[in-house]
């Protein structure tokens, strides 16, 4: 409909009732031009207002062009520093495109910094027209399917890592306690990182790496860490078992698939080339679709027979696809064929009862005919089905005096030509982007790590009892049933029994005990910072608090991610000219930057330093001194044959009674002699 | 203020005296051949062991000199030591080294000979810094007037010189005699002990090191045999020179094994960096296209039919032909007409000058027509 009326109403004409005055006001609104200025106008530029009044003269309901040659003209008006002038500029670009939604960010940008609230509503109708448009939706849904695809994998991966790094004691006290017992050299401590090391150069994939981290992984780690890594596997999982449905996306993102090329008809008008472009679709599933569009385009061009022919092939291979109809009808309205028309128009709602452009049109065709109650009731009920918010989503059609509308493809429908054109699962894209990461094929990455996780289940219940790594109670480094001591009642790994070995006082014992426990942890606690701190989350994992790390981790991933694609995978080829916004940076390196502050403030939690460790009722027995031999007694007389009495050098000689009675002898033996 | 000075002008023994008759408690810091600490309680000595972490503990020295413990268990009570905290008293007590009293006995000892070790000195420098502070974890097992400690310090700094004319030489070897037949001879408990370990010929010096007393009192112990005729230096005779029995520190076994495991490694290594270079990229190669699964290849070139781009490659290329294709139209719009290069895009800021590089790298070729009212971009 045209813009706002003025109606103008002699003063002799009374009408009959309310009736009458709905008559009166349909035919004044169908019938008056508009007495406000038009928006065009303030296009400074005629080269841009003829540009535009021509793709507004063949169809163009969506001026993505001349809205963003005025929104860049806004931003060039804003950087000089005239606000205001800036301001009307992008009201007219957002006037200009129901479906570009950068002016309405910049305008709620312009209005948070001058204070105004209206920056709320800018904001909501830059984000309804984000999503509102089908190449919003599919650069929104390829984009999120991509990150939260990145963020998985990154997040399982690193987890991965990390939770190998906190279990790794557990494995290298075997691997040298193995390699150590047969070999001397390279040193036992180097040979678990050498394996380590020797996987990564075979550069296997993440993929592989993945698989392998479980399978390893699976006997050591705890319920929570279990329940963890299943749920990112399954995530995983499901993305790949839907991939090839998921490159339904692809044809929508494409730019050489025909959902891209037919999508075209809804924001550029009608030209040769896109004709051309839309006549080269030879695949026959979307004959339909492709005469459809071709139909409208020659019917915006003028080429009402063409147009007509077009239109009548798409019908009858598609009996059901209402637009076409629709178009059908309006050929036939512009034709001046108004029956025919009205049949067209009434397929349509025969089809979809709720097209408010067909009751609109049927609306129309009626005042051509005449017929004005009829054509009340039609314009009534296409404005309970919401007129508006057609007229809201293509504002260009305020722009220029439309009798009928036509119709584009609905999203819905472009969704279902993705569908058809991308879902088959031949294309891969998705594989694409992630194959020279993964080097595994991702529709085959949910048997992969379903196949692991199966593996490691299988590791877990059949690890031989002599493998079992348990932790010292002490120290709490890892021991095992070969090397571990529980004499002392506790379990005591090599190094701590060998410190308190030879020793009968409990109190010493305690003391060394206490004193290897502070030094491990010591040791522990600084050693750790590295593989702790690096990544955001990592400590969080590396301390038990699994699920809190790799939230932190998924949140600094898609942070990180947003910094290196500068905002999405996929840009959006209409906005190619502007970068991405300074503050989107700023607040991604924010956000990388507080989730790392989270993870350095990650503590081990404090733990008591002195306390008894040794069981309470355990006691050493007393040594058996049988070093000191029994003192001999000595015979003055006989120098050469006596046998030393004196201690040896270098014993623990302590004074026993015996020594004493020796003593004690030899004083009597000399006081007789 | 502490009190300080040097030896030379006011005696050791004066200072002793002073400190003892004005029942002070802290520490003499005396420092000449070596540093030495000697604590004071109430005017009483009652430790010379400096628990300052470089001084040397004497009562180590004590002990292993004289044969109370060997190096090796020594070696592991400082072990001990370090890793617990502990002091070394507290270890011997509680490993049942010595008994208390005995323990005692040793300390006691130790800080006559620390004395008179200190007396001796010709040149030294003091400082006493008083204060019942400084005596916190000194552990004390014995108190010692002053006065009964300098007359026994004085008594054998008098008699040591004429048991070294007597016995002038460690290497001297000496033996015991018989007790003479018809005589009762009584023995002091050192020349007991002395006399108990002289059952074959020994050098002086193994016998001091194994006598568990002090020097002085086994110098003293063998005069006083000598003079009992209990006891005989034998001359013109080579010291047996007692075998020391080194521990030999085994190497741990190399047994050869070295070789085989390194070479095991690095050809591990170098396997899984070709395994990386070849293997992995024929396995498993990044950009495998999907004809490798499927039946039903697809032309892989994308030639105006509506086709789905057939790998990342060509998908990329078209969203730049696109970005290219946007941004020629809004020249278009503002200008009338199509620039006459790309580059008037990226200086009009239409597209990103980083769009322009990757077009030329792409290959992609743009004329303007003749008009200006039209253009190709095309793949070259």
């Given amino acids: 409909m045209a813009g706002p009326v003025k109606l103008l109403m002699p003063k002799r004409l009374k009408p009959t009732g309310l009736y009458g005055v709905l008559i009166a006001i349909l035919v004044v609104v169908a019938f008056c031009k508009p007495l406000f200025a038009n928006p065009l106008d303030e296009i400074d530029n005629d080269l841009l207002r003829s ?32 606000t205001e002038a800036a301001r009307r500029k992008l009201m007219l670009a957002a006037r200009m495109s129901g479906d570009y939604p950068d002016p309405l960010f910049a305008l709620a940008r312009i209005d948070l910094r001058a204070g105004r609230t209206d920056f709320i509503i800018h904001l909501i109708e830059g984000f309804d027209r984000e999503v509102r448009s089908f190449n919003g939706q599919a650069l929104l849904a390829a984009n999120l399917v991509i990150m939260a695809t990145a963020v998985s994998f990154t997040v399982l991966f690193l987890t991965l890592i990390f939770l190998l790094a906190r279990h790794w004691p557990e494995y290298d006290h075997k691997i040298r306690e193995i390699y150590g017992g047969r070999f001397a050299f390279p040193p036992a401590r180097f040979i678990g990182p050498l394996l380590i090391l020797g996987l990564l150069i075979a550069r296997a994939g993440i993929a592989l790496y993945s698989a392998l981290m ?55 008008g009608a030209d040769s080339r896109l004709i051309k472009s839309i006549g080269s679709i030879d ?16 019917s915006r061009m003028g080429l009402y027979e063409e147009a007509r022919d077009h239109l009548l092939a798409s019908v009858q291979e598609r009996g059901d696809f209402a637009p076409a109809y629709l178009n059908l009808g309006n050929v036939y309205f512009r034709q001046g064929d108004f029956n025919r028309a009205l049949a067209g128009y009434q397929n349509v709602v025969s089809i979809d009862s709720t097209s408010a452009l067909a009751w609109f049109n049927i609306g129309q065709t009626y005042i051509n005919k005449m017929l004005f109650a009829e054509s009340s009731d039609a314009l009534e009920k296409a404005r309970e089905l919401g007129i508006e918010r057609y007229n809201e989503a293509n504002p260009a059609t305020a722009l220029i005096e439309l009798d009928i509308y036509d119709c584009g493809f609905p999203a819905t429908e472009l969704w279902r030509i993705a ?102 942890r010591s040791i522990r606690s600084r050693g750790g910072w590295l593989k702790m701190k690096v990544v955001p989350g990592s400590s969080k994992i590396m301390l038990g608090s699994i699920w809190s790390g790799m939230f932190i981790m998924a949140v600094a991933a898609c942070a990180s991610f947003t910094l290196i694609w500068n905002g999405a995978y996929l840009g959006d ?101 | 203020m502490a009190l300080e000075g040097n030896a030379k002008d006011f005696g050791l023994s004066e200072i002793f005296q002073l400190i003892s008759i004005q029942k002070k408690s802290g520490m003499l810091s005396v420092s000449g051949d070596e ?214 520190l085994e190497k741990k076994a190399q047994s050869g094994r070295k070789l085989a495991p390194t070479l095991a490694v690095v050809f591990t290594l170098i396997a899984c960096f070709f395994a990386g270079e070849y293997a992995v990229p024929a396995i498993l190669p990044p950009g495998w296209t999907a004809e490798a699964f499927s039946s039903d290849p697809r032309p892989s070139v994308s030639s105006g039919g509506g086709m789905l781009s057939a790998d990342l490659d060509e998908f990329r290329l078209r969203r730049l032909e696109a970005t290219v294709s946007e941004g020629l139209e809004e020249y278009f719009a503002v200008k009338g007409t199509y620039p006459f290069t790309l580059e008037v895009l990226a200086v009009r800021k239409f597209v990103t000058r980083d769009t322009i590089s990757r077009v030329h790298q792409a290959g992609i070729v743009y004329r303007m027509g003749e008009s200006g009212q039209d253009y190709s971009l095309a793949l070259e």
């Fill in chain 1, 51 to 82: 540009y535009t009044t021509a793709e507004l003269q063949h169809g163009a309901w969506s001026l993505q062009v001349p809205a963003r040659a005025v929104y860049r003209d806004a931003m060039e008006t804003l950087e000089a520093g005239d």
């Fill in chain 1, 214 to 268: 479980i399978v390893v992984l699976w006997p050591v780690i705890g319920r929570r860490e279990k329940a963890a890594i299943l749920t990112v596997t399954i995530f995983i999982c499901a993305v790949s078992v839907l991939s090839p449905r998921l490159e339904t996306l692809t044809a929508a993102v494409d730019e050489g698939s025909v959902t891209r090329r037919l999508a075209m008809i809804n924001d550029s």
């Fill in chain 1, 283 to 298: 695949d026959q599933r979307f004959r339909a679709e492709r005469d459809f569009a071709l139909g409208t385009m020659k």
């Fill in chain 1, 419 to 520: 569908y058809r054109e991308g879902g088959s699962g031949k294309s891969g894209i998705l594989d694409g982007i992630f194959r020279p990461w993964l080097l595994f094929p991702l529709r085959w990455m949910w048997l992969l790590l379903a196949a692991a996780v199966t593996a490691g289940v299988i590791l877990a219940k059949n690890v031989p009892g002599s493998w079992e790594v348990f932790f010292c109670t002490n120290c709490g480094l890892t021991t095992c049933s070969d090397c571990a001591d529980t004499d002392t009642g506790i379990t005591l790994c090599h190094n701590c029994t060998a410190a308190i070995s030879g020793l009968s006082s409990t109190k010493v014992m305690e003391a060394l005990l206490r004193h290897r426990r502070q030094k491990v």
């Fill in chain 1, 573 to 673: 080829p209409r906005g190619a000219g502007s970068a991405a916004p300074l503050l989107q940076r700023i607040a991604a390196a924010v956000v990388i930057v507080l989730c790392w502050l989270a993870t350095i403030r990650s503590r081990r939690k404090r733990e008591q330093v002195n306390y008894r460790i040794l069981p309470q009722d355990f006691r050493v027995s007393e040594p058996e001194d049988d070093r000191l031999g029994t003192p001999q007694s000595l015979d003055l007389e006989d120098t050469s044959s006596a046998s030393r009495a004196a201690p040896e050098p270098a014993v623990r000689r302590r004074f026993t009674d015996e020594d004493v009675k020796a003593q004690d002898a030899f004083k009597e033996y000399l006081e007789k002699l």
């Fill in chain 2, 35 to 248: 540093n030495m600490a000697i604590f004071f309680q109430d005017g009483l000595i009652v430790s010379t062991r400096d628990r300052r972490a470089r001084a040397r503990d004497p009562l180590k020295d004590y002990l292993l000199r004289y044969g109370f413990i060997g190096r090796d268990e020594m070696n592991n009570l400082q072990q001990i030591q370090a890793r617990s905290g502990m002091d070394l008293t507290d270890i011997l007590l509680q490993e049942k080294y010595f008994s208390d009293e005995e323990l005692s006995t040793i300390f006691t000892e130790q800080m006559y000979e620390t004395v008179q070790e200190v007396l001796s000195w010709p040149k030294s420098y003091y400082k006493f810094v008083t204060g019942s502070n400084v005596l916190v974890g000194v552990p004390t097992f014995n108190a010692l007037k002053v006065e009964g400690l300098l007359m026994e310090s004085m008594r054998r700094i008098d008699e040591f010189p004429e048991m070294r004319r007597i016995f002038p030489s460690g290497e001297m070897v000496v033996r015991r005699l018989p007790a003479p037949p018809g005589s009762s001879v009584r023995l002091e408990k050192n020349e007991e002990i002395v006399y108990n370990m002289l059952s074959e010929e020994t050098s002086i010096s193994d016998l001091v090191s194994h006598s568990r007393m002090a020097r002085f009192n086994t110098y003293e112990a063998l005069k006083n045999l000598l003079e009992k005729e209990l006891l005989e230096i034998t001359k013109d005779t080579s010291p047996v020179a007692e075998e020391v029995e080194e521990e030999v």
